[in-house]
């Protein structure tokens, strides 16, 4: 069992900048690959971004490539995500995911463990 908990979301202006942090405990964090997904009212959950149990490869989705960077810290079992440039339509609850993957899941599905989602709000 892993427990996942996200912290780091607010308000914040068009163009500033949020990191949301992702505090994982139980079963060895490093073995998980670890992903962020958003939520936008009415909307579907989407995928934003994924780095491999290693923190050696990332995938971004396009919407987001250039300003946010997912990133790990195993020593504090902690993954990140950096969030520039914000606009308006990131607004939505990021929920912070594990998944029992080598690769970079991209889909809700692949993903074992799940937070309770932190509230991203831009405003304009």
């Known amino acids: 069992q892993v427990t996942l908990v996200e912290s780091g979301g607010g308000l914040v202006q068009a163009g500033g900048s949020l990191r949301l942090s992702c505090a994982a405990s139980?079963?060895?964090?490093?073995?998980?690959?670890m992903g962020w997904f958003r939520q936008a009212p009415g909307k579907e959950r989407e995928f934003v971004a994924a780095?491999?149990?290693?923190?050696?490869?990332?995938y971004s989705t396009d919407s987001v490539k250039g300003r946010f960077t997912i990133s790990r810290d195993s020593a504090k079992n902690t993954v990140y995500l950096q969030m520039n440039s914000l606009q308006p339509e990131d607004t939505a609850v990021y929920y912070c995911?594990?998944?029992?993957?080598?690769?970079?899941?991209?889909?809700?599905?692949?993903?074992?463990?799940w937070g309770q989602g932190t509230q991203v709000t831009v405003s304009s």
């Open positions: 995911a594990a998944a029992s993957w080598r690769g970079l899941p991209a889909t809700k599905s692949q993903y074992d463990y």
């Open positions: 139980g079963r060895t964090f490093s073995s998980y690959a």
């Open positions: 780095i491999n149990w290693s923190g050696g490869s990332a």
